[in-house]
């Protein structure tokens, strides 16, 4: 009894200690001070300034930058991801081998070794960078997690049903939009998501692949900003949104697998 | 299903935009301004003592982080992973939560926590705010090796007389270790190529490797800072040797998180 009440303490406190310092920009968010620690009495002055726009305008544009460059790299790499899945699970086992393992590279690599190379090949080629090279470099590193999401349901279809259908007298394509796309369907769905958020928290790949025509996402926005010393105020009700927001995705995806689990 | 053709869009996509960049470090690593072959950039690498400095300083860092998180990380796992402590499923998930919010915010939180605590930025922060940010990274492949732990072993090695702490070394400790590796370098690896993290949490007193690297390749020295990234990518390909199939394993299993 007595280690068990010291497990779930030692528990509580390791999370009490991770979370002290999210926890703390969520109180502050909810006050006026421009200096994080003084609390000059509740408001929500920060939350509706954050959103009227006007005064952080270049804010707002980081912010939407950031989710179009995200919808554009999650919704390409699932494609590009659930088409190469379906093909690589059809090679045969060396050839599948070499694709695995080179699938394999940008998710072992450290995000700035990834950063550095994409730099390296779009200087190489004279191509001026901005959204498309930062849209491009996303793809490469959000599509082997797709790769990985969709490849487990694959194998645990049963290719009978193909099969079955074929002879049932579907044509290849009706075949595989009735029979293998709603089977492969939540794992396209978890490595969009995930595909998603990884877009999102990147900062290292963008900074090298953004250049210098004034582009900023809300990772470089948030990085010029420390650097000038003060930190806008505005974005500590930001930073709770996206926290919250990453909360409640986390766990639909969760719910998601928990019931993909009790399926099986 | 002949449907092997499929993966040839993607198989073109990582060649250009995986493999090629890949071998462009190694090009420009080994090459000079006007692109012939000197060995002048690993060179200038050894014969510079701010660089060498930095370089082990980062390595120095993340050993200490490493250490501390797995001394702070395997209690925590194991007491997630057994069902004797009932912990829910959604305490696993408060614990790699923080993992999914950017870095960047992340390190400001450290910054604003010290600055709450009136407590000084410095060589303490940087090693709290490199835990604080990779501590999930070693719970988490720690706790997926001793929930799949057969537990009829321990109770086979109890039955046969152990006591709890001959149980742990001989049985719990050696089975957990494929997590215990692949969590040391999953925390390693970032802690040691991270840059702007330390520079946020030190006020600018501090650089590690990865800075050095990024502020090269800022400045236009391409060629040198290609042959730091390819120095940055040995190190971390020798501790990758260590790792084995078993991050393969529990990325087949198809869960998100």
Redesign the interface.
């Known amino acids: 009894m007595m280690t068990?009440i010291l497990?779930?303490a030692?528990?509580w406190f390791?999370?009490a200690?991770?979370?002290?310092?999210?926890l703390?920009?969520m109180i502050?968010s909810f006050t006026e001070a421009k200096v994080?620690?003084n609390w000059t009495g509740f408001s929500t002055k920060l939350y509706s300034s954050l959103f009227s726009g006007g005064m952080h305008h270049s804010l707002m544009n980081a912010i939407w930058n950031t989710f179009a460059i995200a919808m554009l790299a999650a919704s390409i790499s699932t494609m590009?991801?659930s088409?190469?899945a379906?093909?690589?699970?059809?090679?045969?086992s060396r050839?599948r081998g070499i694709?695995n393992f080179?699938?394999?590279?940008?998710i072992?690599?450290?995000?700035?070794?990834?950063g550095?190379?994409?730099?390296?090949?779009f200087?190489?080629f004279g191509i001026s960078q901005g959204f498309t090279t930062v849209v491009?470099?996303h793809?490469?590193f959000c599509?082997p997690y797709v790769?990985?999401?969709v490849?487990?349901?694959l194998?645990k279809m049963n290719?009978n049903i193909?099969e079955a259908a074929l002879d049932l007298g579907a044509t290849p394509f009706q075949a595989l939009r009735k029979v293998i796309l709603p089977e492969i369907l939540p794992?396209m769905i978890?490595g969009f998501?995930?595909a998603f958020?990884l877009s999102?928290?990147d900062?290292?790949v963008t900074?090298?692949t953004i250049g210098n025509e004034g582009l900023e996402t809300?990772?470089t926005y948030?990085?010029a900003d420390?650097?000038k010393g003060g930190?806008t105020p505005e974005?500590r009700p930001l930073?709770t949104i996206?926290?919250v927001t990453?909360?409640v995705l986390?766990?639909v995806?969760?719910k998601r697998?928990?019931k993909q689990e009790k399926e099986k | 299903?002949?449907?092997?053709?499929?993966?040839?869009?993607?198989?073109l996509?990582?060649l250009?935009?995986?493999?090629?960049?890949?071998l462009?470090?190694v090009l420009?690593a080994f090459t000079d301004e006007e692109g012939a072959f000197t060995m002048a950039n690993f060179r200038k690498f050894l014969m510079h003592p701010e660089a060498m400095n930095t370089f082990i300083y980062s390595i120095g860092i993340a050993i200490i982080t490493t250490i501390v998180c797995l001394v702070?990380g395997y209690?925590?796992a194991y007491?997630?992973s057994q069902k004797?402590?009932n912990?829910s499923?959604t305490?696993v998930?408060?614990?790699i939560?923080?993992m999914?919010?950017?870095?960047?915010?992340?390190t400001?939180?450290?910054v604003?926590?010290f600055?709450?605590l009136q407590l000084p930025l410095g060589e303490g922060a940087l090693v709290f705010g490199m835990v604080?940010n990779f501590?999930?990274f070693m719970i988490y492949p720690i706790y997926n090796t001793l929930q799949k732990m057969d537990k009829s072993l321990i109770e086979a090695a109890q039955d046969l007389g152990a006591n709890p702490l001959k149980v742990f070394n001989k049985v719990i400790l050696p089975l957990s270790a494929p997590g215990i590796v692949s969590g040391i370098v999953m925390v390693f690896?970032?802690t040691v190529?991270?840059?702007?993290i330390a520079?946020?949490l030190t006020m600018n007193n501090i650089k590690l490797f990865?800075t050095t690297?990024?502020e090269n390749?800022y400045n236009g020295m391409?060629n040198y800072?290609?042959a730091l990234?390819l120095i940055?990518?040995l190190l971390?390909g020798i501790m990758?040797l260590f790792t084995n199939d078993e991050d393969?394993a529990q990325?087949?299993?198809?869960?998100?998180?």
Do not use: C, H
């Open positions: 068990k497990a779930k030692y528990l390791l999370l200690l991770l979370y002290a310092p999210i703390i920009i502050f994080l620690g590009l991801g088409i190469a379906i093909g690589i699970y059809n090679l045969r050839a694709m080179t699938n394999n590279i940008p072992m690599n450290p995000d700035i070794i990834t550095v190379s994409l730099f390296l090949l200087v190489s491009l470099a793809i490469a599509t790769v990985l999401s490849m487990p349901r194998k290719s193909y794992g978890s998501i995930l958020t999102i928290d900062f290292a900074i090298f809300l990772s948030i990085y420390a650097r930190l974005l930073s996206i926290f990453v909360l986390l766990i995806i969760n697998a928990e | 299903m002949r449907r092997r053709n499929w993966s040839l869009p993607y198989a996509f990582l250009v935009f995986v493999v090629i960049p890949l462009l470090i420009y702070l209690p925590a007491i997630l004797q402590f912990t499923k305490m998930v408060l614990f939560l923080p999914w919010v950017n870095i960047l915010i992340r400001l939180a450290t604003a926590l600055d709450f604080y501590l999930p690896m970032p190529s991270t840059f702007a520079e946020l990865g690297v990024q390749i391409w800072g290609a990234s940055m990518l971390i990758g393969n990325n087949e299993s198809g869960g998100v998180i």
